[in-house]
């Protein structure tokens, strides 16, 4: 775990940092300018939410709204704006981006904080290969506006200007974890915990499920062969763990979720948008029946989101962790020397 930033205010620190700060200006500065060329609106998202989300390792921050009467209302720091954005989708709008702070807890590493900066956008009736296409723009042009031409982070390195890598994720788990992953999952789509037990290379506790397990593959053996030289982008995520994605047309064991790595470091994650209301129900559902069982509390349902499905065009959509990407293009070792004020 990562110690908490002390002092970021002494003039010493603050001009050690202060070279990552004006990049972070710089590089927000011309991802703004990007959208506005592309005729994308700029979205402000409430931070106050019913919901903070619904998948099962996601923590939120909780809070108690007062009414005017003194009665009181369990609220959320939003975790991410997608149940907002998806929201101004159903309202009509078509290409958005929103870029603020979001809140994590359970969350600080050397690239996490419990309160960061992400940049989420939505294409509506436009396919999830584009949003690919966008994020791998966003990346370069990090890199640009930083004058870098190579990230580094903990002795790898990663050439953002590169064509990048392309993995599913079944391809993946082959090549790095000697695991055929797809023969693990039913054709309807369900996870066989028995079968990827027994293929699993690392060790898991007893009682844990499919998705602890894959969780584990990930993390130790995947996720740091993945961004090494230049960047990779993981695709084709199974459908059991994309709680918001669509199936694929050809395999409904997989999902159009995408995740975009440099240097092991996970910068972006993307889905092609499921809009079925009834689907994303049960999803929700079965992610909070793993929260409770696992951490013993459940998070409410956005109701408005799931009417909100109904009206929504098909669309793709993509968060991208600000402060990480600045942190490799800047030349940062830390998040932390990457945000104006550290969270105490």
């Not at 720091?77 to 979001?102: Q, Y």
Request: proline fraction near 5%.
């Amino acid at each position: 775990m990562a110690p908490s930033p002390s002092r970021w205010f002494s003039p010493d620190a603050h001009a050690d940092r202060r070279p990552f700060l004006l990049a972070r200006n710089r590089i927000i500065s011309a991802i703004r300018s990007w959208f506005a060329e592309r005729d994308f609106l700029e979205v402000d998202c409430a931070a106050l939410a019913v919901s903070p989300g619904n998948e099962a390792h996601l923590h939120g921050f909780a809070t108690e709204l007062i009414q005017p009467d003194g009665s009181t209302e369990r609220r959320y720091l939003h975790t991410s704006p997608e149940f907002a954005c998806k929201k101004l989708l159903a309202a009509g709008e078509t290409r958005i981006f929103n870029l603020g702070h979001v809140w994590r807890n359970r969350e600080r590493t050397l690239t996490h904080s419990p309160e960061f900066t992400m940049l989420e956008w939505y294409r509506a009736r436009e396919d999830y290969e584009t949003i690919i296409a966008d994020t791998l723009a966003l990346v370069r042009l990090a890199a640009d506006v930083a004058g870098t031409r190579l990230f580094r982070w903990r002795g790898r390195e990663a050439d953002p200007l590169a064509e990048a890598e392309w993995l599913t994720v079944n391809d993946a788990f082959r090549v790095h974890a000697g695991v055929d992953l797809l023969s693990t999952i039913r054709p309807d789509g369900t996870a066989d915990v028995q079968a990827l037990a027994a293929l699993s290379p690392v060790p898991f506790g007893k009682g844990e499920s499919w998705s602890d397990i894959f969780s584990r593959i990930l993390s130790e053996k995947v996720e740091p062969q993945l961004g090494n030289g230049r960047i990779t982008v993981l695709y084709e995520y199974p459908s059991v763990e994309a709680a918001l994605a669509r199936t694929t047309a050809r395999d409904r064991r997989v999902a159009e979720r995408f995740e975009l790595y440099a240097c092991g470091v996970e910068l972006a994650n993307g889905f092609g948008e499921l809009t079925d209301a009834e689907e994303q129900r049960r999803r929700f559902i079965a992610e909070m029946d793993v929260k409770e069982q696992t951490y013993g509390e459940r998070y409410p349902i956005d109701e408005e989101l799931l009417e909100a499905l109904a009206l929504m065009p098909p669309a793709s959509g993509v968060a991208l962790g600000m402060d990480r990407l600045i942190m490799l293009a800047a030349g940062a070792t830390r998040i932390d020397q990457v945000l104006w004020t550290p969270v105490a």
